[in-house]
């Protein structure tokens, strides 16, 4: 069983710039979630789907982040304008179901540079 | 507030050598309680969860974790570290009811040959 893909794995931009991650989750998997994990800590929740729809952005910079997950499989997350502090890993997290039983399955992340 | 605690930042150990890694976490009651690891550039992977039961749980590559409510921990062991332990360990926690994860900081174990 193939597990979750993430593009590009390393990425340096400028600030100000914008920058979009790629996530394809494992294969019947309705929920997906991403997360930011800044240097020295734990993963923190982005934005979960189920399916299409959104359940859960509340920690989402919304001025300057956007995910989308249009046909309920793939999804996008952009950073529009990037700030320094944006520099971190992002991990794209795929499970059944979006009750926290389900055990959730991360990709390899993407790490992002701020310069 | 929501909390987990990792106390320890780094450990080292020698192969061969005992490990306990340690986690608390506040909550009003008994959340869903996970361990996941991280090796570098790779994503994290579940070693064990624990929702109900028997308060000591067995995982992947031979770690095991125990649940005591009294002081709301759930430290990660294994009796004997491999060199291809070394990586990163997360706890994390979900509130029963929810889904949303809540990661530790972390604990970044070096394992020496």
């Known amino acids: 069983e193939a597990g979750v893909a993430q593009s590009p794995r390393y990425k340096i931009i400028e600030k100000r710039q914008s920058v979009a991650f790629w996530c394809n989750p494992i294969s019947g998997h309705a929920t997906l979630y991403w997360y930011q994990q800044i240097l020295g800590q734990g993963p923190k929740l982005l934005i979960q789907f189920q399916n299409n729809g959104v359940v859960d952005d509340s920690q989402l910079p919304k001025d300057r982040f956007s995910a989308e997950r249009l046909k309920g499989v793939d999804s996008t997350l952009k950073i529009q304008p990037a700030k320094l502090e944006d520099s971190a890993v992002y991990l794209c997290a795929s499970s059944l179901g979006p009750t926290g039983i389900e055990t959730q399955y991360f990709g390899p992340g993407t790490r992002l540079l701020v310069l | 507030a929501q909390s987990v605690t990792q106390p320890d930042i780094h450990i080292t150990v020698s192969e061969g050598a005992s490990l306990e890694l340690r986690c608390n976490y506040s909550?009003?009651?008994?959340?869903?309680l996970f361990w996941y690891v991280q090796s570098p550039g790779q994503g994290l992977q579940l070693l064990l969860k624990?929702?109900?039961?028997?308060?000591l749980v067995q995982g992947i590559k031979g770690f095991e974790a125990e649940f005591k409510r009294s002081q709301s921990s759930f430290n990660l062991r294994k009796p004997s570290v491999h060199w291809s332990d070394a990586a990163e360990y997360f706890c994390a926690v979900v509130k029963a009811g929810t889904y949303k994860y809540i990661f530790g900081t972390g604990t970044r174990l070096k394992v020496l040959a």
């Open positions: 909550y009003g009651a008994t959340p869903y």
């Open positions: 624990y929702f109900s039961g028997d308060t």
